[in-house]
């Protein structure tokens, strides 16, 4: 719990953050993309019960089997998909305390600059170290580990696709099992 409280506490202080930002960060803090994995996520720390409501609450419905293993990538867990005038999108949940967002449309750069603009600024008492971890052809994938102090807190994991017409552009995933 007391972790917990300290996520929403980052979570505020980079928010009130943002208020000093540029327009541009602002507005990438606010994508919808990003809304989906701050909200169903981050603050559900991938807990798969949290993450289920708030999929539904942001109006997601549950995946039919077949294209929920999909998502889940032969893994226990669920998934939710929506369908808005955002794009096309999903939620999965394993139970292995990983949630991702799976994102079918937009500019890879700017996926990966929405979530750079949430990571700890300078002064608030976290700390990041951003690691490519993998990329092969198209795909790329890079983790930023979360600290406070020496701690690990949290690892938030973005796979990006610069395949021109691919169908996934990017997966944003909050590992829980990390921290």
């Not at 007391?2 to 541009?24: G, H, N, P």
């Not at 798969?48 to 077949?66: D, L, Y």
């Not at 690691?131 to 580990?145: A, C, F, N, R």
Request: proline content about 4%; charged content about 20%; overall charge positive.
């Amino acid at each position: 719990m007391k972790y917990f409280a300290a996520l929403l506490i980052a979570i505020i202080s980079f928010v009130s953050q943002a208020s000093q930002d540029s327009a541009e960060s602002l507005a990438l803090r606010k994508s919808y993309p990003i809304q989906l994995y701050m909200g169903a996520c981050v603050v559900t720390r991938a807990q798969p019960a949290k993450v289920e409501s708030q999929a539904k609450e942001m109006g997601f419905t549950e995946a039919k089997r077949e294209l929920a293993n999909q998502y889940l990538q032969g893994h226990k867990g669920k998934a939710w998909v929506s369908k808005n005038e955002h794009g096309n999108f999903a939620i999965a949940a394993q139970d292995r305390e990983l949630c991702s967002v799976f994102i079918h449309q937009g500019s890879p750069e700017k996926l990966m600059a929405s979530m750079e603009a949430w990571l700890p600024p300078e002064g608030s008492g976290f700390s990041y170290k951003k690691e490519i971890v993998s990329k092969s052809g198209p795909l790329e994938t890079t983790s930023y580990k979360i600290f406070r102090g020496a701690k690990l807190m949290e690892q938030w994991v973005i796979t990006l696709s610069t395949q021109p017409n691919s169908k996934l552009v990017a997966i944003m995933s909050y590992d829980a099992s990390q921290a």
